[in-house]
DNA sequence: GAGTCTATCAAACGTTTGTTTGAAATCAAA
DNA sequence: TTTGATTTCAAACAAACGTTTGATAGACTC
């Protein structure tokens, strides 16, 4: 039947999420799936097939439950980063019911295994392209990348949301997304960025109109070097 | 003899980094330090101490190759920001020589084991206060909840060029790091933030000002609401 | 140099693991 | 009902794993 393959995918995401890999046991999952160990090998090639396979199954799960964002003509760009934002956090590092469904994609970030390929092209390459879709209209007249650089800004600290969590809760008792809620720290993230956004777009129009050095001074590239050996 | 222990704790560390804990056997490490088997339950109590020991040599080993910037009264404290910003990422984000350090420190964030509260103890919290403290000089009349904020904003940008390698390989076929060097990025980071910052820092004092609403009306909260459910 | 403590080693142990096996059960079509 | 294919099941298998063992060699004290 292909209910016994269901289950053992819905049964797999929290435990493959939790103890990851290779502490996972096909016996511990079939048994909360409440089938044969052997259904396993007989639904899914072998262990590491099933594990890709439930990655996948997380992965369209959670896009299904948290769709991306689709905007009319009339959204200012603004806007769009803040839906972005939004759902970004609320993909990868809300708890809510399916706690597990960002834990599992982290892991396979940390430690890719070969669902990292499938899970890039499914899942990352479209929000990377919604992103830079959105900074496209926001920069402009902004080079490739300068645009990439933003979109690693912006990403980090949404993921830093679900990647922190841990130590986070060791170095202050409780993460930033109970503390604030998801909303706050999507606007926090979105106001964040917007500034830094608006001001590289001033430096680059003041330093395009007049070519004279030295106007607009500011601090961007400090004197000190440190650090490296 | 002290030296086998030291060659075990050395040879763990970049196979703990690639491999991770359950899929590294004793056996492999054993080996690669040209050491006994037996050797490792001799000199650490089982495997799990074994790990733990070899992911407080690492965050050792890291520290002492990548120490914390000192600074004079003259710094100013965006150069301080700046300096933290490339500590960080030599610290976490740089694959060089030993270019596990921050593989399995990750990794320790990520998916903490038993070794995370002493690794956020003697590795996380004093990069922490010093952010903070930088940032107190920054936005002096901050409350504590934006330092917050602006702190998960800044460590979220350096830590995603450690966490996101593996995804952003997959995703344009090389790091970020590789593309434009350490200084750049820690460049970029830090006028990303002093934009923010000093943008967050006129939004508080015209607010204080003059307490009439409507004025200096931004995007910080547009109408969009996103996401969830 | 005998005695004692420490360190290293090859070998083996017991457990857990993913996978396979062959029989039983279920179901659909003729 | 018979036939044949598909699915489930309990049991067993072989390999890999962390750990232990008992012997051996070295270092040091008296």
Redesign the interface.
Same mark, same amino acid.
């Given at each position: 039947m292909d209910e016994t393959r269901l289950r053992l995918l819905n049964a797999a995401g929290p435990i493959f999420a939790e103890r990851?890999y290779?502490?996972t046991t096909v016996r511990e999952i079939s048994q909360e799936a409440g089938t044969n160990l052997a259904a396993i090998s007989y639904h899914f090639e072998d262990k590491e097939g099933f594990y890709i396979a439930a990655v996948k199954h997380a992965a369209q799960g959670c896009m299904d439950r948290?769709p991306l964002?689709q905007w009319g003509a009339a959204?200012?760009a603004?806007?769009k980063l803040?839906?972005f934002v939004?759902?970004f956090?609320?993909r990868v590092a809300?708890d809510?019911d399916p706690a597990w469904h960002g834990q599992l994609l982290?892991?396979e970030?940390?430690?890719?295994t070969r669902a990292?390929?499938e899970f890039?092209r499914d899942y990352?390459?479209p929000m990377?392209g919604m992103l830079l879709g959105v900074l496209c209209e926001l920069m402009p007249k902004s080079s490739e990348?300068e645009r990439?650089?933003?979109a690693?800004?912006i990403?980090?600290?949404?993921?830093?949301?679900r990647?922190?969590q $841990?130590?986070m809760i060791?170095?202050?008792g409780e993460t930033?997304v109970a503390a604030?809620g998801?909303?706050k720290?999507a606007?926090?993230?979105?106001?964040?960025?917007?500034?830094?956004i608006?001001?590289?777009t001033k430096l680059r129009s003041s330093k395009s109109k007049l070519a004279a050095p030295g106007t607009n001074r500011?601090?961007?590239?400090? $004197?000190?070097?440190?650090?490296?050996?």
């Open positions: 990851g290779r502490a948290v964002p959204v200012s603004e806007e803040l839906g939004t759902t956090l609320n809300v809510h982290m892991r970030m940390v430690l890719p990292c390929a890039v990352v390459r990377h990348k990439w650089l933003t690693l800004s990403v980090g600290q949404c993921l830093h949301h990647v922190g $841990a130590v060791e170095l202050t930033a604030f998801v909303k720290l606007e926090h993230i979105t106001s964040f960025s917007l500034a830094a608006e001001h590289a500011r601090v961007d590239r400090p $004197a000190r070097k440190r650090g490296s050996r």
